[in-house]
């Protein structure tokens, strides 16, 4: 399809002498070519809002700043007309962390920022869109039909978790990395999950952090991200912004923007603090990033499970084996190094805590710790006055080794 859809495009631009071999092929439909062309034009339509203030990033990126009640969210049959809340009261025990550095992100290092009024927004691209399976799919996980802490669909993982209770929030510090990964159609995050359901086609989540996925951004660079789906991601929900639920609230950060600087190996550590809560009296789960920057909220009306609450909390890696050439494949996961190493060598995990029915944070109880492939991606747990409940988590993925 996506070399089809830019030649229906250079066609109809007048600019390509030679169409393509794709024209003598007898499978090649011009009036099928021409729809899907047309799908992802309006779908650009829908998602790149009109900006009052475009930046552009030393990445590549194009930032749009967008008045907040025109945000995709405000597209969603359910918040037609309305407009953003303004914030609710903090978690009990909510203990200021490192203040976010303004420039955590590389679209903010000339100084440049949005207006009040408006949200940040990573403008799509045609490309953006061609890289994904269909436009349908686009900005969208697989759908899981087996346990979350379990290997499924070439999912592993390395996550330390909670069950058996009601929990209305999380919070935790991770570490950011760039680790590497060998195919375009495989990604590499660390993430806060909140879950709630049976793990089958009910199954809520939201879910935030930081990811490297050349498929969905076209580049090799960690990026704070959020998700959300309440159908165990077969038709609802989406990546960041890329469909209509999460309301962003904040004119300084871009969800789904490049994250700058990142951790090294045997160097310094830069980490950022995640907080997902559940405000009491509207019901709506909030967002913050490092010392009091509210990103935005997922409208509780959003979930069916989660618009009560939470009855598991996860936190840790998850990458996407393809298994390429039929080996494991070498994409890391966290710093690409395993637990063992320790602080300035393996990914991390610190302070970990629950928010409870009575909207205070407490540490975790009963950590359980996970990881699918142990020879390929390990975790190790701990506790101690400074970082409370933590673990280090991680892995090369193939390797001579261990992991084959």
């Given at each position: 399809m996506v070399l089809l859809s830019l030649g229906v495009l250079l066609l109809l631009a007048g600019t390509s002498p030679v169409f393509s071999e794709a024209a003598a092929n007898n499978t090649f439909r011009p009036g099928e070519e021409l729809r899907s062309y047309r799908r992802v034009r309006?779908?650009?339509?829908?998602?790149?809002?009109?900006?009052?203030?475009?930046?552009?990033?030393?990445?590549?990126?194009?930032?749009?700043?967008?008045?907040?009640?025109?945000?995709?969210a405000f597209d969603h049959p359910g918040l037609k007309g309305m407009k953003p809340l303004d914030p609710p009261e903090r978690p009990k025990g909510h203990r200021a962390d490192a203040a976010t550095q303004?420039?955590?992100?590389l679209w903010r290092v000339s100084g440049e920022s949005c207006p009040g009024g408006t949200v940040p927004i990573r403008r799509t691209k045609e490309e953006d869109i061609l890289r994904a399976s269909s436009v349908k799919r686009f900005g969208r996980k697989l759908a899981v039909r087996s346990r979350h802490d379990s290997e499924t669909g070439g999912h592993e993982h390395a996550v330390g978790y909670v069950v058996g209770?009601?929990?209305?929030?999380?919070?935790?510090?991770?570490?950011?990395?760039?680790?590497?990964?060998?195919?375009?159609?495989?990604f590499s995050l660390s993430q806060v999950w909140v879950i709630s359901g049976s793990f089958g086609t009910d199954l809520n989540t939201i879910e935030a952090g930081w990811q490297v996925s050349p498929q969905l951004y076209g580049d090799s660079s960690p990026r704070?991200?959020?998700?959300?789906?309440?159908?165990?991601?077969?038709?609802t929900g989406c990546y960041n912004l890329l469909c209509s639920g999460f309301i962003q609230t904040n004119n300084m950060i871009a969800i789904?923007?490049?994250?700058s600087p990142t951790s090294t190996y045997d160097g310094g550590q830069f980490d950022i603090s995640l907080l997902v809560w559940k405000d009491p009296n509207h019901g709506n789960w909030w967002l913050e990033l490092g010392s009091g920057e509210l990103v935005g909220y997922w409208p509780s009306f959003l979930f069916s499970h989660l618009s009560e609450h939470a009855s598991m909390v996860q936190f840790g890696g998850e990458i996407v084996n393809t298994q390429p050439q039929g080996l494991h494949t070498a994409t890391q996961m966290g710093s690409?190094?395993?637990?063992?190493e320790g602080f300035g060598r393996a990914s991390y995990f610190r302070n970990l805590q629950v928010v409870d029915w009575d909207n205070s944070l407490i540490p975790v109880a009963n950590l359980r710790v996970l990881a699918d492939r142990p020879s390929c991606y390990d975790i190790q747990g701990g506790i101690n006055t400074?970082?409370?409940n933590y673990f280090y988590y991680g892995g090369p993925g193939r390797n001579d080794d261990r992991c084959n």
């Open positions: 309006a779908h650009l339509r829908r998602l790149n809002k009109p900006a009052v203030k475009t930046i552009q990033s030393p990445d590549g990126d194009t930032i749009d700043c967008v008045l907040s009640h025109l945000q995709p303004n420039s955590f992100q209770d009601q929990y209305y929030g999380a919070k935790a510090s991770l570490n950011v990395w760039a680790p590497k990964v060998t195919s375009p159609s495989e704070f991200f959020t998700y959300w789906t309440t159908d165990a991601y077969q038709a789904g923007a490049a994250i690409g190094h395993y637990a063992r400074v970082w409370g």
